[in-house]
């Protein structure tokens, strides 16, 4: 028997991820960088077992259903391929997304099943490496492995598409969410990739222009200005529902309080404020800002939205284990 708890935070792309190459193997059409997130994280144990009978999933200590086991089932297999084992295996996962956060959490969930797989079974892959096996899961799951600002490159295998630490972003970094509903996203991300990569005339332009930012963004990140980054980050996010407009069917993923965070973010910035919104495949609308302003910035923000609706995140950290202490907190025992 052996066992493994992780912890991964989730993470804000500045320069998108928008459209596969590769559906199967989640191989993206441009490359992305994005700011992982302190407030937000899953964390993750895993059991293996000979004496195992079947793969289990739990979440938020409430057994899954039989399709949605068979999803992480199809994950597992990728490690007990690597690793030529054939146990099955007890996943218990549990997400620290505030519930008014409206956020997804794929990207955390995957990224701290990878982690919690590599120990369990002793593979010691090294993160870039096990990067391109969270990729499998989900792709934003790639970048979160690594803490402060991460690029995905978008290689050209499945075996270089892989995550890059860019920097750490301990630099008066942050981001105030704004929850503006949070609900279940109508339109998914993968059905949302794939309508507009077939159908927007837009979408050419969207990874043309996708590679130039990353190219300035990573100038910006290194020569740490903020100013140009935040006009990087939300002339990206723009561009990005730019393209899906131009779906046929169009998609749509503002809703009217959406439109209100982003004018509001305009009003901040006309005041002095440095601040700039970015909008992921659903209505919330994330404001990257100075830390040291983010109070500030979310105070402004109690005229248009209730407190329970912000949220203030630092950059957050890597994967890493859970000490037994933490992991007994949830009765997850590491011997
Ligand atoms: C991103 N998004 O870069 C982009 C921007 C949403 C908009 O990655 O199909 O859950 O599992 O690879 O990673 C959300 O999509 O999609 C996402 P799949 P994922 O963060």
């Known amino acids: 028997m052996s066992k493994a ?16 190459a590769d ?46 086991t068979a999803k992480i089932s199809h994950f597992l297999d990728l490690f007990r391929k690597e690793a030529n084992r054939n146990e099955f295996i007890h996943v218990d996962s549990v997400n620290h997304v505030p519930t008014a956060a409206g956020l997804a959490s794929s990207a955390s969930a995957f ?6 797989l590599n120990m369990a079974m002793g593979l010691n892959m090294d993160l870039q490496t096990l990067s391109t096996f969270a990729r499998r899961g989900s792709g934003s799951a790639t970048r979160s492995l690594f803490g402060g600002f991460v690029e995905w490159q978008k290689g050209s295998s499945s075996k270089d598409s892989m995550a890059i630490p860019v920097d750490d972003a301990d630099w008066d970094i942050g981001m105030v969410i704004v929850a503006v509903n949070k609900s279940a996203k109508k339109i998914s991300s993968r059905l949302g990739m794939k309508q507009t990569v077939e159908t927007s005339p837009f979408y050419p332009a969207w990874v043309e222009s996708a590679e130039k ?22 002339h990206s996010a723009m561009k990005m529902h730019g393209s899906m407009m131009g779906a046929a069917t169009p998609i749509i993923y503002f809703e009217p309080d ?8 305009r009003e901040l910035r006309e005041q002095g404020i440095l601040c700039y919104v970015t909008m992921d495949a659903g209505p919330n609308v994330k404001v990257l800002c100075r830390l040291s302003e983010a109070e500030k910035i979310k ?20 994967i890493r284990s859970l000490t037994p202490e933490e992991a007994a907190e949830y009765d997850w025992s590491l011997t």
């Open 5 to 20: 708890a992780v912890r991964a935070h989730t993470n804000i792309a500045l320069i998108k991820y928008w459209g596969k």
């Open 111 to 116: 990224a701290a099943l990878a982690g919690a």
């Open 258 to 265: 959406s439109i209100k965070a982003i004018q509001a973010v």
């Open 299 to 318: 105070e402004k923000l109690t005229a248009y939205f209730s407190t329970e609706q912000l949220l203030i995140s630092g950059p957050g950290k890597g």
């Open 213 to 234: 930012d990353l190219v300035a963004i990573k100038k910006a990140i290194q020569v740490q200005d903020f100013e140009k980054l935040g006009q990087i980050t939300e």
């Open 23 to 68: 559906e199967e193997l989640f191989l993206p059409m441009n490359s992305s960088l994005s700011l992982t997130l302190n407030g937000l994280y899953t964390d993750t144990f895993v059991e293996i077992s000979d004496a195992f009978t079947e793969d289990q999933f739990r979440l938020n200590g409430q057994l899954q259903s039989e399709k949605e």
